[in-house]
């Protein structure tokens, strides 16, 4: 990997250039994770509206299909 490190006058870095190939990498990485995080989320308020503790409105799996869908 080429990486490239950016300074200003005073030696502090400032910026890092990387290829496209990697950046596109860490982006797919990142969005894994970010819907890892969604999910956990979501599983915690199902189970907190079950415990009767929810405070979202859960809709059904069908519904939800169709908002994602569109």
């Known amino acids: 990997m080429d990486i490239q490190v950016v300074t200003n006058e005073k030696g502090k870095k400032t910026a890092v250039l990387i290829p ?4 596109e990498a860490i982006q797919k990485r990142l969005n894994t994770l970010q ?24 809709m059904s ?4 299909f169709r908002e994602h869908r569109d």
Do not use: R
């Not at 496209?20 to 950046?23: D, F, Q």
């Not at 799996?61 to 939800?64: D, G, V």
């Open 20 to 23: 496209i190939s990697e950046w």
């Open 35 to 58: 819907l890892y995080d969604e999910f956990e989320s979501s599983i915690k308020d199902i189970k907190d509206d079950i415990a009767g503790k929810g405070k979202t409105k859960l």
């Open 61 to 64: 799996a069908k519904n939800l």
